[in-house]
């Protein structure tokens, strides 16, 4: 065989299979330029891109074959068929691959046969071949130049050595995506519902609210007292104003202050209003100034249902209370407080010149937020059961007044105690006037020392100490200092006045008083006298 182009020797050179011989003449198969690889050259001289190592035998000459499609497997040959001789092992350097000729073309028709592998031509004698075995190396047999690599029948890709690989890291990035996506998505629609964004706003709201109230609580107590309270409307001939009063009974008779009424009292008019409304005339049925109370009625009203009186003298302070009227006509107002404090004396009005206006309140002491035209309304208790009136006020600027002025309020509101009203009212509707429970004396109000002292004399030049009454019985004299009611201590003869009309005609008064700077006790029986 000759060395290095794969022709056996003394055969004629052939084209293609079955396309004849060759024409005679100077044949020399010419060697084509070897195209450089795509690749640096493997510094570790791996095939195919380096140089082959000495372990390895030459790449075989490539005949102009047709090659099967990538993936066929190759049927062994047929007996009796020519087979190319493979190239003997090159001592030195193999030679290069040839690239394949193009065919030429035949002479005589062509009859397709199957494809056959070409049989091994036998080995000369002189230089005997190993038996052939397949590389352990995958490119051993790989031809970079030739039409389609060559494949081992069962062998797999090298690269489809990786795909399945491949493909569980790519499965595992689109879970891993997913459930990402799922979260931003979760969190981005938790965030749009919470936050209200796009759509229509639905806000919550509570339901299965009961409709009644605990008949202790501020609802339950304004339920039960409004329909009882009425808002009082007066003109008089140079002045009008607003108050408030609620009904005493069914006949129609209701309590407020005098202060609300007295515009009406010398040809003014009056008008009471129900909480739904109904608004009817009112009439003065008596008044009383030494005590701030009014009683006036009402006609046509049916059905009408009087607030229960309750016992002020069990009032204790932080007692719960509820204060109803119409503070600058803003009708059927209700605030809330405690009683704050009780036996605070309170004076109020005193217009007039000798002082017959003033009205003397032993009373209690409210934080609930009472205002002018709160006047003559009810001081209720936890049971809805009235324990005040409402009456004045101690405004930021000034010392304690009526609500007539328009101070507001600052958290100190002062009622007239309801067992103190209760007689006066009494008294009102059955005689049209109220008595009022007297020591028989003129105090000197002028006196700025501690104590209550009895004036010299009286304001119309009589004597101070009215002969034949209590105080005089009880051998009290002019100038004498009263400085204890009871064993309370009295700063004033305002506190004095209160402290005797907190009680009624016919109570019994321990007074300490001092004479020329000896302190002794005197008991004084009350008496009456009549005021309008």
């Known amino acids: 065989m000759d060395e290095g182009n794969g022709v056996p020797q003394g055969a004629e050179p052939t084209g293609a299979a079955g396309a004849g011989p060759i024409p005679d003449g100077d044949f020399e198969l010419a060697r084509p330029e070897r195209p450089s690889p795509l690749h640096e050259p493997d510094p570790y001289s791996t095939p195919p891109y380096g140089e082959p190592g000495p372990w390895a035998p030459a790449p075989p000459v490539q005949h102009p074959v047709a090659t099967p499609a990538q993936g066929t497997v190759m049927t062994p040959p047929v007996a009796g068929a020519a087979?190319?001789?493979?190239?003997?092992?090159?001592?030195?350097?193999p030679a290069a691959p040839i690239a394949p000729a193009p065919p030429t073309t035949p002479t005589t028709p062509i009859t397709p046969t199957p494809p056959t592998m070409p049989a091994a031509p036998p080995a000369p004698a002189s230089a005997p071949l190993p038996a052939r075995q397949l590389p352990a190396d995958p490119w051993g047999r790989y031809?970079?130049?030739?039409?389609?690599?060559?494949?081992?029948?069962?062998?797999?890709a090298v690269h489809g050595g990786r795909r399945p690989r491949r493909r569980r890291a790519a499965l595992g990035w689109t879970l891993a995506l997913v459930l990402v996506a799922a979260g931003i998505g979760g969190l981005v629609g938790g965030y749009v519902e919470r936050e209200g964004i796009g759509g229509e706003v639905t806000l919550p709201q509570a339901k299965?609210?009961?409709?009644?109230?605990?008949?202790d609580s501020v609802a339950g107590i304004a339920?039960?007292?409004?329909?009882?309270?009425?808002?009082?409307?007066?003109?008089?001939?140079?002045?009008?104003?607003?108050?408030?009063g609620f009904v005493l009974d069914d006949r129609g008779h209701i309590l407020t202050n005098n202060h609300v009424v007295a515009p009406a009292a010398s040809g003014g008019k009056m008008s009471a209003t129900f909480s739904d409304g109904t608004s009817v005339k009112a009439t003065v049925v008596g008044r009383d100034s030494g005590y701030d109370l009014a009683v006036v009625q009402v006609s046509g009203v049916h059905g009408l249902t009087p607030l229960t009186l309750g016992d002020s003298d069990d009032v204790r302070v932080g007692d719960p209370v509820v204060a109803i009227g119409a503070p600058f006509d803003l009708a059927n107002t209700v605030t809330a407080g405690i009683i704050s404090a009780k036996e605070r004396p309170i004076t109020a009005g005193g217009e007039k010149s000798d002082g017959s206006d003033v009205s003397y309140v032993d009373a209690l002491q409210t934080d609930a937020p009472i205002n002018p035209g709160n006047s003559g309304g009810p001081l209720l208790d936890s049971r809805a059961h009235v324990i005040g009136i409402n009456s004045a006020i101690r405004s930021a600027d000034s010392g304690s007044e009526t609500e007539s002025g328009q101070a507001g309020s600052i958290g100190l509101g002062f009622a007239i105690p309801v067992n103190q009203a209760k007689r006066v009212a009494e008294e009102l509707i059955d005689d049209g006037r109220a008595t009022h429970p007297v020591i028989g004396v003129d105090l000197d109000m002028g006196y700025s020392g501690d104590g209550a002292r009895v004036d010299s004399r009286a304001p119309?030049?009589?004597?101070?100490?009215?002969?034949?009454?209590?105080?005089?019985?009880a051998g009290l004299r002019a100038g004498d200092l009263i400085t204890e009611v009871d064993g309370e201590p009295v700063h004033t003869g305002a506190e004095l006045i209160v402290r005797i009309r907190a009680r009624e005609p016919g109570d019994r008064l321990r007074l300490t008083v001092e004479r020329g700077g000896t302190e002794r006790e005197v008991s004084v029986v009350l008496g009456t006298a009549g005021q309008n």
């Open 208 to 215: 299965g609210v009961p409709a009644e109230r605990a008949p």
């Open 143 to 156: 031809d970079p130049w030739a039409a389609a690599p060559l494949q081992q029948p069962g062998a797999v």
């Open 223 to 244: 339920a039960r007292a409004l329909p009882s309270v009425v808002t009082l409307h007066v003109a008089g001939t140079d002045e009008e104003g607003t108050g408030t």
């Open 460 to 473: 119309d030049g009589g004597p101070a100490v009215v002969k034949g009454g209590p105080a005089e019985r």
């Open 83 to 93: 087979v190319p001789p493979e190239p003997a092992p090159a001592p030195t350097e």
